[in-house]
């Protein structure tokens, strides 16, 4: 827990020393969209996610629930922001190439055939809220239904799932908050 709050912190402080901007940009995702639903059973819309999945616990992924998605989904794309850093967004999770007659994601883990993406981190796979001290951070998953394949590899950039977005047809929302 301390190596990545002490990354983290790293990437913040390196961002506001030198003045760039951070290397994740977050494009908008298309307006007027059909939305569809997305639930957890471990926290409500808008409450706090459990200490479970965070750093400050097992920091495994929370149970995700979807219905709606619409005819014609070819894959769904998931992705965990935090909007709330000094540096504009951070990302925790991205998974791709789910299969969107799946009903879900299981807790610490993904469907079969589905592929996590690089985060923020520099790795692979979700690495949950772990904000610095200070005020409650939102966390956003987001789930979008793409009606043509995302082409996206193994160890795709946070900024190449961000890119695939823009093929959405449909988009929903879950956040949570983690206080720091």
Not at 36 to 53: C, H, M, Q, V
Not at 108 to 127: H, I, M, Q, R, W
Not at 137 to 158: C, I, K, M, N, Q
Request: overall charge negative; hydrophobic content about 35%; aromatic content about 6%.
């Amino acid at each position: 827990m301390l190596a990545r709050l002490a990354a983290t912190l790293f990437v913040l402080v390196a961002v506001a020393c030198n003045g760039d901007e951070p290397d994740i940009e977050i494009s908008p995702i298309p307006a007027n969209l059909h939305e569809f639903d997305l639930t957890s059973s471990a926290f409500e819309e808008g409450g706090p996610i459990p200490e479970k999945y965070s750093c400050d616990g097992e920091d495994v992924s929370p149970p995700l629930e979807w219905a709606g998605v619409p005819e014609g989904t070819v894959e769904l794309l998931l992705t965990l922001l935090d909007p709330d850093v000094p540096s504009g967004v951070f990302t925790h999770w991205t998974v791709h190439s789910i299969d969107p007659s799946s009903p879900g994601i299981p807790e610490g883990g993904v469907p079969e055939g589905a592929v996590e993406g690089l985060n923020s981190f520099g790795d692979a796979g979700y690495e949950g809220p772990c904000p610095p001290p200070g005020p409650a951070h939102r966390y956003v998953f987001t789930l979008a239904a793409l009606d043509e394949p995302s082409e996206l590899s193994p160890g795709a950039t946070p900024s190449a799932v961000d890119a695939s977005l823009q093929l959405a047809v449909a988009t929903t929302t879950l956040t949570g908050s983690y206080p720091g």
